[in-house]
C-alpha cells in the first residue's frame, strides 16, 4: 500500500502486505487517522518471519 503522510504535500509512505485482507484493513486505518501511519504501528522488516512463526524449528543446531 502507498499513501502520501498527512495528504498532499506529504511524503510518501509504503506499507507491503502479503494478505489483501490485511492491507485493506491497514488502508481503512490510514484512512481513519488522516492519511497517517496509525499511531503505534510497528513496520516488520521485509525478512522478519510472520507473526506467530515457529522461528526455533528453522535455528541452526
Do not use: I, S, Y
Not at 24 to 53: C, I, M, N, S, Y
Amino acid at each position: 500500500m502507498r499513501w502520501l503522510q498527512g495528504g498532499r504535500g506529504g511524503a510518501w509512505e509504503t506499507e507491503k502486505f502479503g494478505d489483501p485482507v490485511a492491507a485493506e484493513e491497514f488502508k481503512k486505518l490510514v484512512d481513519a487517522h488522516g492519511q497517517q501511519r496509525p499511531p503505534g504501528w510497528v513496520t516488520q522488516p521485509a525478512a522478519a518471519p510472520p507473526v506467530g512463526a515457529d522461528t526455533a524449528a528453522a535455528a541452526p543446531v
